[in-house]
């Protein structure tokens, strides 16, 4: 194939951009916010079953401290009852059989108000355990927004970076033939990124490759406007005059 030597050079811009747009898209893909956010998402989760936990032990809690509570209220219930038919009756036996069962509910809610007492203590401490959870997952969850925050601000930059690029590329690409674009784009496709490279004193800047004997003679030969390709990595080798030749 046959090009000018100007547009040769143009594959070396075309190749600078691609391999920024290439650097540019990783680093869209790499940003450290990413793998933060990941790393906060486990966290959050566990943090979330942490305080379903913790919220459940706590409510199991409150249902024995009512349920207590209940069974308090209906002691002093049948305690003022019956203090209230003692007052009331002329009978001894009746008297002495109602002070006996005031005798056995008072022990009764003696007994009930200590339980009362622990299960309240416990409350208190499951009500603790679940608000420092809830501090915890407020934490991270503030942590979160920030990280997302510096994430789409970073995403932001790099993506005007990329829209100047491919505008670039695409002014560049423009201004070199059908021909050699397509030759270009398969190159870049079989060279893995790697498809058009300066020589510089008789080495590939593309894979390091120093030309030398019948591969040397044969570019040293080659009219000006001749495409030739690195024997080595297969790049278009573009010749300036720091190609040493």
Do not use: W
Not at 25 to 36: D, F, G, R, V, W
């Amino acid at each position: 194939m046959k090009a000018s030597p100007v547009a040769q050079k143009e594959l070396l811009r075309l190749q600078a951009l691609d391999i920024k747009l290439q650097q540019v898209e990783h680093q869209t893909k790499a940003l450290p916010q990413h793998t933060e956010l990941r790393g906060l998402s486990t966290l959050f989760d566990t943090t979330r079953m942490t305080l379903s936990t913790r919220a459940g032990e706590r409510d199991d809690v409150r249902t024995e401290l009512s349920r207590i509570e209940s069974d308090v209220e209906v002691v002093e219930k049948r305690i003022a009852r019956d203090s209230e038919r003692v007052q009331h009756t002329s009978s001894v036996k009746d008297v002495q059989a109602l002070e006996t069962e005031l005798t056995s509910l008072r022990k009764r809610l003696l007994a009930l108000e200590e339980i009362e007492i622990a299960v309240m203590e416990r409350l208190e401490e499951r009500d603790a355990a679940v608000a420092a959870v809830e501090s915890e997952r407020n934490m991270i969850a503030k942590q979160v927004h920030a990280a997302e925050l510096s994430r789409d601000e970073a995403l932001a930059d790099l993506s005007r970076q990329l829209g100047e690029l491919r505008r670039d590329r695409a002014a560049v690409a423009g201004s070199i033939s059908e021909d050699l674009a397509v030759l270009y784009e398969k190159r870049f496709v079989s060279g893995r990124g790697n498809a058009a490279a300066l020589l510089r004193a008789r080495t590939c800047s593309g894979c390091t490759m120093t030309l030398t004997g019948s591969d040397l003679d044969a570019v040293r030969s080659s009219p000006a406007d001749d495409v030739l390709f690195c024997p080595d990595c297969g790049a278009i080798l573009v010749r300036t005059e720091e190609s040493g030749i």
